[in-house]
């Protein structure tokens, strides 16, 4: 059974960077999924979609992370990642990866997604 599993630091200071990975596993690789996105959940708030990433290496973000977020792929170890410099304490949230065979822009629908993550907690203290 597919698998998708996020790993990351947990606590990141603000001002610095987060680095998330999100880790593919079971009988299908990540090729039979066109789409690996990014999703989170901060406290008290719904989920925002960040971005996304194809397996052709084409990336589309949020427009409110854009200019601070990046997402890469890294087929030979069936995992993606993500980096969000300069974190600040509204940055705390879980963090999710999700994959789908289609494009879906700012969805944060689980339904629209072939598999969704556990989610890994990410913490930026003030």
């Known amino acids: 059974q597919v698998q998708l599993q996020e790993s990351g630091p947990g606590l990141v200071k603000p001002s610095q960077t987060l680095f998330l990975a999100c880790t593919v596993s079971g009988a299908s690789g990540p090729t039979a999924f066109h789409y690996w996105a990014w999703i989170r959940q901060p406290q008290g708030k719904g989920l925002e979609w960040m971005g996304v990433i194809s397996y052709t290496g084409s990336t589309y973000y949020s427009p409110s992370l854009k200019s601070r977020t990046s997402i890469a792929r890294h087929t030979s170890k069936n995992q993606f990642t993500r980096q969000l410099p300069t974190v600040t304490p509204e940055d705390t949230a879980v963090y999710y990866c999700?994959?789908?065979?289609?494009?879906?822009?700012?969805?944060?629908?689980?339904?629209?997604?072939?598999?969704w993550g556990q989610g890994t907690q990410v913490t930026v203290p003030s």
């Open positions: 999700a994959a789908s065979m289609k494009l879906h822009l700012g969805a944060t629908n689980k339904n629209l997604y072939g598999y």
